[in-house]
């Protein structure tokens, strides 16, 4: 039989005149997951279709799985366009699965469903679905209709060169095609909340680098290859991305000298907020994504993120805000981050934690407190200083090691 994987798009289907933009890029993105597998993927506007080696099917399912973009895919069996070779291929179809997955002699319910985007073929769906069950019913004894809850459905997809015969599909992970929204930076820390923060922006197709603040000596070498971790995670999902890795050991030091305790979160906030508005603009970035989450700890008060969001105009994006930890919690679990979210490392923003962090700032307060030190001579040779390194979910730990 003729098996290839067929691909149904998500929700690319609500946006008409860049239908062709978000197709293409679904197209490259899935030659990139799949590239050095032997495949060949063709489309149209509604389906995509990837042959593929036999031997490849559970590695090449997993990752079509890991894709935004996709609503569903199936195996499906590819056939002539005419009754008897689509019946044939269900004949076969059936006795494939029905050998291999269920248990002979039992009765198992079915439906058919057929689209016929081929209008000239001369069934329309409902004669089809007649037709196909009336064929399924004679050959097969221990098939019986259920239209409202069958264990299998019958998809047959009627199109003009070639038609589709397909069982029960997979979920596809939705979305968006990742790089079809533009690109964003994300703060990538080593906690829970940001690695998710990241990958719901992926979802919805905004195309990331990622940035570590890194206060080397006060935090390890540990901590930065957690984030390395995380950034090889989050890339299954988005692709090859860069992660920058920015020194703010002086500027940290500086702001602990300078800055009443209480403040020192706030300012420090400030300071990387007005870095990463510098970032977006080498990097070409439209916004700013990070894992804030309303009310967590003391600079996610509403008037915390108020006065820290002051520095800087460009679109702070926080997935996050508004979800509960458990919320979060599930979601790490699911594109396994948490178990190394959970490491032990410090990052720059525990290591000098105030014992009585300030939950209501004052803008003016802030300024004042800024005034006492040069900051953006600070921040300028930061800007000179940065550690970029490319992140695929492929490199190996010899290989970042080498970086380091
Ligand atoms: P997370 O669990 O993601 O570390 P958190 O609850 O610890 O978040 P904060 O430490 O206040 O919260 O940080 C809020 C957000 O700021 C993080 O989710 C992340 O996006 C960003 N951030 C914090 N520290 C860093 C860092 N060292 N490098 C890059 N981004 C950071
Ligand atoms: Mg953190």
Do not use: W
């Not at 799949?34 to 389906?47: F, P, Q, T």
């Not at 799985?65 to 004949?91: L, R």
């Not at 790490?332 to 000098?352: A, G, V």
């Amino acid at each position: 039989m003729n098996r290839v994987i067929l691909i149904k798009y998500g929700e690319l289907t609500t946006k008409k005149s860049n239908r062709n933009f978000f197709v293409n890029t679904l197209y490259n993105n899935i030659l990139k997951k799949l590239k050095g597998m032997n495949v060949n993927i063709s489309k149209d506007m509604s389906r995509m279709y990837i042959e593929y080696e036999s031997d490849n099917q559970d590695q090449v399912l997993k990752k079509i799985g890991e894709i935004f973009g996709i609503h569903a895919y199936s195996i499906a069996y590819k056939t002539d366009t005419n009754i008897d070779s689509i019946q044939k291929t269900i004949q076969e179809v059936l006795n494939f699965n029905i050998d291999n997955d269920f248990n002979n002699g039992k009765t198992i319910t079915f439906k058919v469903e057929t689209k016929r985007s081929y209008k000239e073929f001369n069934l329309d769906s409902m004669t089809c679905n007649q037709q196909f069950g009336g064929f399924i019913l004679k050959n097969f004894s221990n098939l019986k209709v259920d239209v409202h809850n069958p264990n299998v459905l019958v998809h047959v997809e009627i199109r003009k060169n070639n038609s589709f015969v397909y069982l029960n599909e997979y979920k596809g992970l939705g979305g968006y095609p990742v790089g079809t929204l533009g690109k964003g930076l994300l703060m990538l820390s080593g906690g829970i909340d940001s690695p998710v923060a990241g990958y719901l922006a992926l979802k919805r197709g905004i195309k990331l680098d990622l940035v570590y603040f890194e206060a080397i000596p006060h935090t390890s070498l540990e901590a930065r290859n957690k984030v390395i971790e995380l950034a090889k995670r989050l890339s299954i999902y988005g692709g090859e991305m860069r992660l920058i890795i920015v020194p703010f050991t002086k500027l940290q030091e500086e702001i602990y000298k300078n800055v009443e305790e209480n403040y020192s979160i706030t300012i420090m906030r400030r300071m990387m907020y007005r870095i990463m508005e510098k970032l977006t603009l080498r990097f070409k970035s439209l916004v700013v994504i990070n894992g804030e989450s309303v009310g967590q700890v003391a600079s996610q008060t509403l008037t915390s993120m108020k006065v820290i969001n002051q520095v800087t105009n460009i679109p702070i994006i926080r997935p996050v805000a508004c979800f509960d930890k458990l919320e979060i919690i599930d979601i790490s679990k699911k594109i396994e981050t948490y178990d190394i979210s959970i490491l032990p490392y410090e990052d720059c923003c525990t290591i000098f934690v105030p014992k009585h962090p300030v939950i209501n700032p004052v803008l003016m307060e802030c300024i004042k407190m800024e005034s006492k030190f040069d900051y953006e001579t600070l921040i300028a040779e930061i800007m000179s200083n940065l550690n970029i390194m490319i992140i695929n979910s492929k490199m190996d730990d010899n290989k970042y090691q080498d970086l380091l």
